[in-house]
């Protein structure tokens, strides 16, 4: 019986984005029969249409095109000298993907190293969807000395992964675009193995970092990569190298480091992890992958090549030895030893679990190294450099701050360790190290007040170290600024306890400091001490005492916005990224201010009307976007996340079949439903559209698989 299941139509939108992600903008030209919402979307997005192309070309085929239509794009794109082509197929099976890879790469092109910034690794197995392959192509001079025959020959040894078709080869590759979630403007990164060099130049081309190393062992893969993935300038330097003693890297030299599959290969693998922790700077990372109990059904690993074999346990203990051990990663591809039938699926899972929470092919775990110890001796300011010049209170870390590596180790969300379970404990080593009163001790205290008011753990205790800090810290800058935010949670703490009396006195400290001995990005605080006011006396039934703190809140955010730049965004030439959308928090908790206080002047009262205006900003919206996403995303047309995470393939699809065999028996309600199912996708369109979600797209990054 045919399928009734009503495929999507492709999204022009989206189609145009993936393209611009992976090959930026530029002149593209088009081919195919339905060009003109790709068109149009791609003049949207100000990218002229033009035949041929210097910077890319898209061809659009309404079904699977035979690989004499694949050859003709390709070959028309080489003699063009166009770099960057993608192919579009407006619904195809899956396995059609591997085909058009194929001819593309024996047409002298590779696989693009941004493609997965364009589209999902975990839905490539989906037969129907719209299909997208991005290619770049090979210089001549580069194709005639490194040819396909010759890496055949060498493929026992070494794989180029861009150059190579099919799900396994995406699987190497897409661990590098996991990588990219970790590296920061400025960073050094070190790619250790690193084969062939594409990884390395992914690296390069789809993150911020100011240089990429990258060491193998063997001096014909080091050419290779020297050949192929050299980048102007010093983006890249590819060496020889044994994993086990980098000589070449200095200490305290690297921000992160990328090493796949090495562990299983090493003899001794704790003196690399050493090694690894040597050239980290504090508060460095290493992303890390192993093959997960690659077995034979003699209980051996088959491969000669690997010396060691893990499990989750040993791994995390390997990992965890030397590291903090962060996040963890769980990767599928199929077509292997194991999970031979499994779909191409990569996701985060528990790093805190004592059992696997899966069985995968691989294991990834991120490892951070203490930022405890660290100094500001060797401390160098990369991720916000001020070329202009000036002098910034909110950046000045190795001016102010004993251990400066503790912005990165342990303050700044993004930027810390996204393991919640590591903050507390790290907290607390901070305060062991840091004089009283210092700037340290109080970035400290500050995280372990907000790890204990999270878990409800030792209060009176973290509330007596705040109240000794705040009676004996100094009047610098930073100073200034954890005496603000310790008194805000310190207020939080007391409320906790049922102290309201208490939380009030902490809050109007905190509501009485000038944020501008600091930085108008700290009004953020001394707003949300004034909004804690104000509920405390709409509690009181007090109106007039409401009234009065919103009015106090909305005045600071007028008094600071406009005042002090150079603390908000550095110079104008190369401003910090996170001063505008700090800037943005100020005026949307003045907005709150605002609409209370309308709805008190209004009414007269505080009630329930007033006590929803407090969330009329636009973070509180974003996150009642996200709930609703949430509950209308598992109606999109594909197998919920549930099924698709199940560890037992044949009872997966067999949950698959027996849901559309349901669906296929009337296809009129098939229809009325996909009629719904379209107005929910296009809903959650314009939410994931608009500007404030994108403003807040960095806070999710990293959640989810």
């Known amino acids: 019986m045919e399928s009734s299941r009503i495929q999507p139509m492709p999204n022009w939108g989206d189609i145009a984005e993936s393209y611009l992600r992976i090959c930026g903008p530029g002149p593209v030209g088009l081919s195919g029969a339905n060009t003109n919402a790709l068109k149009r979307a791609l003049n949207l997005s100000g990218i002229p249409i033009k035949e041929p192309s210097s910077h890319g070309h898209i061809a659009v085929f309404e079904s699977t095109p035979d690989s004499k239509a694949i050859k003709e794009v390709a070959e028309k794109a080489r003699q063009n000298n166009i770099p960057n082509v993608c192919v579009v197929v407006e619904q195809a099976p899956a396995e059609a993907r591997r085909t058009i890879e194929q001819e593309f ?49 060498e493929r026992d040894l070494h794989m180029d992964h861009l150059r190579e078709a099919g799900r396994r080869s995406d699987a190497h590759l897409v661990r590098y675009d996991f990588a990219f979630n970790y590296i920061q403007p400025g960073d050094t990164v070190l790619d250790v193995a690193c084969g062939l060099g594409y990884g390395a130049y992914a690296m390069a081309q789809g993150t911020p970092a100011a240089k990429v190393i990258a060491i193998d062992n063997s001096q014909g893969a080091i050419e290779y990569a020297r050949d192929c993935y050299s980048l102007p300038g010093e983006r890249t330097e590819f060496l020889v190298g044994d994993a086990e003693n980098l000589t070449q890297i200095a200490d305290q030299s690297i921000d992160f480091v990328a090493s796949f599959e090495t562990l299983e290969h090493l003899p001794h693998p704790d003196i690399f992890l050493a090694e690894i922790k040597r050239v980290l700077k504090p508060a460095g990372r290493i992303l890390v992958s192993v093959p997960n109990q690659w077995l034979n059904e003699e209980g051996v690993d088959p491969n000669p090549h690997h010396l060691q074999v893990y499990d989750w346990r040993s791994f995390k203990e390997e990992v965890g030895r030397v590291f903090l051990p962060d996040v963890a990663i769980a990767q ?109 001790e109080g970035a400290a205290l500050c995280v372990l007040g907000y790890d204990v008011l999270g878990s409800g753990g030792a209060v009176e205790e973290v509330a007596g170290r705040i109240n000794k800090y705040l009676a004996s810290a100094d009047d610098g800058p930073h100073h200034v600024r954890w005496r603000i935010s310790l008194l805000y949670i310190l207020g939080l703490l007391q409320l906790s306890q049922g102290d309201l009396d208490g939380a009030k006195a902490s809050f109007a400290q905190g509501a009485a400091i000038d944020p501008l001995e600091y930085s108008p990005l700290i009004a953020t605080k001394t707003i949300s001490c004034h909004l804690e006011l104000a509920k405390l006396a709409a509690g009181q039934r007090d109106v007039q005492e409401c009234l009065a703190r919103l009015r106090a809140g909305f005045e600071v955010a007028i008094s600071v916005l406009g005042k002090n730049w150079a603390d908000v965004y550095g110079c104008p030439e190369a401003p910090f990224s996170f001063g505008m959308p700090e800037v943005a928090t100020v005026a949307d908790l003045a907005s709150r201010c605002a609409y209370a206080m309308r709805v008190i002047n209004g009414r007269k009262e505080v009630d329930g009307l007033f006590w929803k205006s407090l969330g009329f900003d636009r973070l509180s919206r974003e996150k009642a976007n996200e709930r609703e996403l949430q509950e209308l995303r598992p109606f999109k047309w594909k197998a919920p996340v549930a099924w698709r995470s199940a560890s037992d393939p044949a009872a997966l699809r067999a949950k698959i079949a027996e849901q559309e065999a349901a669906h296929t028996a009337d296809v009129q309600q098939i229809q009325q439903l996909q009629a719904a199912l379209d107005a929910a996708h296009a809903h959650i369109r314009a939410m994931e559209a608009s500007t404030s979600w994108r403003i807040t797209a960095p806070l999710r990054k990293i959640k989810g698989g």
């Open 105 to 153: 790469i024996e047409a002298g092109f590779r696989k693009h190293p941004l493609t997965f910034q364009g589209i999902n690794y975990s839905e490539l197995d989906e037969d129907g969807q719209t299909l997208l392959a991005a290619f770049e192509l090979i210089p001549d001079e580069v194709l005639q000395r490194r040819t396909l025959a010759q890496l055949k020959a």
């Open 332 to 440: 599928y591809a199929g077509g292997g030893m194991k999970h031979t039938n499994e779909t191409r699926r990569i996701h985060h899972v528990d790093i805190n679990s004592q059992e696997p929470p899966v069985d995968p092919e691989w294991w990834l775990l991120c490892g951070v190294k203490t930022p405890i110890g660290g100094t500001k001796e060797s401390y160098q300011e990369t991720l916000y450099p001020t070329p202009c010049g000036v002098e910034s209170n909110v950046t000045a870390f190795k001016r102010d701050y004993a251990n400066p590596y503790l912005i990165r180790g342990l303050v700044s969300i993004g930027l810390r360790p996204f393991n919640g379970a590591l903050l507390g404990p790290l907290a607390k080593e901070a305060l062991n190290e840091a004089t009283a009163g210092s700037v340290d």
